[in-house]
């Protein structure tokens, strides 16, 4: 399985992705920003980092890149897509995802390890974990507070698409909320780094088991 990670000027998770799609024992493959080419990957990942110098709002440049013309056709159509962390403010830019991520209520960059709920397996991210199983995550961001209307955090949490949630609420986020899907449950974007625990040598390598999902989800044989 090809598992694409797309690489934006001012990233800085890239690599720790591709070394983690890696661990899966999936095939990882760098997608560049300026390429409007997928490369024939199976699913995507766009990865933390500070795109863009996370001008104008964390996410809102990249998001006119010319590879998310293809991501978007891909993600509308069905395609296995993550975002994390700048990701996430990636895919909510473009409104693959709904809501924004605010500045975290502290006012203050938030660098830490905190605990996960895993809430819902069924998307191509979550699908390794048990409901109710708890991940302990890093997390490290400056505008991780997950804000939407009051009527999409209704919808979120009716249909089942707030699929990570903090047990510690790092940033303010409304809910609780670490991590969303959309309505077809391929798009998941989350705050939290799961690619950041993906060895024993960084103290754990329990954030595999999100990266491991998409194997499950694609019938791929699990390393
Ligand atoms: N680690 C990251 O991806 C940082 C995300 C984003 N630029 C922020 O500070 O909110």
């Given at each position: 399985m090809k598992i694409g990670v797309v690489i934006f000027p001012g990233a800085n998770c890239d690599a720790d992705a591709l070394y983690a799609v890696e661990r899966i024992g999936a095939e990882p493959v760098e997608l560049w920003h300026?390429?409007?080419?997928?490369?024939?990957?199976?699913a995507v990942i766009l990865p933390g980092g500070f795109s863009?110098?996370?001008?104008?709002?964390?996410?809102a440049i990249a998001r006119f890149s010319k590879v998310m013309r293809p991501l978007e056709e891909f993600a509308r159509g069905g395609g296995p897509t993550l975002g994390v962390c700048n990701g996430f403010q990636v895919l909510t830019e473009a409104r693959l995802l709904p809501g924004a991520l605010l500045q975290n209520m502290s006012l203050r960059f938030v660098c830490r390890t905190v605990p996960v709920r895993v809430?819902?397996?069924?998307t191509p991210w979550s699908g390794a974990c048990v409901p109710g199983e708890i991940l302990h995550l890093p997390v490290a961001h400056n505008e991780g507070n997950y804000f939407a209307a009051e009527e999409t955090i209704a919808q979120l949490e009716d249909e089942g698409r707030v699929i990570f949630r903090y047990l510690e609420n790092p940033n303010g986020s409304r809910n609780d909320i670490a991590g969303i899907c959309n309505a077809e449950r391929n798009v998941v974007g989350m705050m939290p780094h799961p690619e950041r625990v993906s060895d024993p040598l960084l103290g754990s390598e329990e954030g595999l088991k999100v990266l491991r999902s998409v194997l499950e989800f694609a019938g791929a044989k699990v390393h």
């Open positions: 300026a390429e409007p080419d997928l490369k024939g990957v199976d863009y110098g996370d001008y104008l709002r964390p996410g809430e819902h397996p069924d």
